[in-house]
């Protein structure tokens, strides 16, 4: 299984560009990069996922670089309300064929007004 | 269109005790999961399904047991429940294993074992 490094906690004041850099230095060929974020007391939600270059949806931006061993999560002008851990996963394939994610311990992001 | 479902969403067991959690999904998600996540350990698989009638285990599946009887629901038990259990509890569903398009999970079950 990738595994995934990331920053334990970052703060960021409202109206500021975030960027969350994770190293997965051992991505496999056919792994995806995902990105989840999760507000406290609800479950994990998809925010963007990417295999190489550059993704961008309504969201936030994610920057990978051709080596993909790194990705950046981009939130542009961030508010009170991004405040949130965010995870970055990398998928794999187990014995079985099944495709799991392996959630780390995230970034907590603190937007402060 | 409700996504993953979960009940129920809070529950106080005494050691020992059984219960089952049950997650239902309506999207026709073939693959669904159960994790488990702990203050400071983010989210740890416990078991997984690929399919109806079909059950593997995951990271941390000791004192769990599985079930998918339908396509749409997956049963997390605990059959002797125990304090090192109390944890919170998400169910999450996928399309397909080809390509990563996302996990929906659920909004969780808060679970606490005295």
């Known amino acids: 299984l990738a595994k995934t490094t990331q920053p334990i906690s970052m703060d960021s004041y409202e109206g500021q560009e975030v960027n969350i850099t994770c190293s997965h230095n051992?991505?496999?060929?056919?792994?995806?990069i995902t990105w989840y974020q999760q507000f406290p007391s609800q479950g994990p939600r998809f925010i963007i996922q990417?295999?190489?270059t550059k993704v961008t949806n309504e969201v936030a931006s994610l920057f990978i670089p051709a080596d993909r061993k790194s990705s950046t999560l981009s939130l542009p002008r961030v508010s009170l309300s991004d405040t949130a851990v965010y995870y970055c996963?990398?998928?794999?394939?187990?014995?079985?064929?099944?495709?799991?994610?392996?959630f780390g311990k995230g970034t907590k992001l603190s937007v402060i007004p | 269109n409700a996504g993953v479902t979960q009940t129920p969403k809070f529950r106080v067991l005494k050691t020992g005790q059984s219960m089952t959690l049950l997650c239902a999904q309506d999207?026709?998600?073939?693959?669904m999961y159960w994790y488990r996540q702990d203050p400071g350990m983010g989210l740890r698989l416990i078991h997984y399904?690929?399919?109806?009638?079909?059950?593997a285990k995951g990271e941390v599946p000791d004192g769990y047991n599985v079930s998918r009887l339908k396509k749409q629901n997956f049963l997390l038990g605990l059959e002797s429940a125990a304090p090192s259990q109390t944890s919170v509890y998400f169910c999450?569903?996928?399309?397909?294993?080809?390509?990563?398009?996302?996990?929906?999970f659920g909004s969780g079950t808060r679970l606490t074992v005295v």
């Open positions: 999207m026709n998600h073939e693959y």
């Open positions: 996963l990398v998928g794999a394939h187990s014995g079985a064929g099944s495709y799991q994610l392996t």
């Open positions: 399904s690929v399919g109806e009638g079909t059950t």
């Open positions: 999450a569903s996928s399309y397909s294993n080809r390509e990563h398009y996302g996990y929906t």
């Open positions: 990417g295999y190489k």
């Open positions: 051992n991505i496999a060929t056919n792994d995806y």
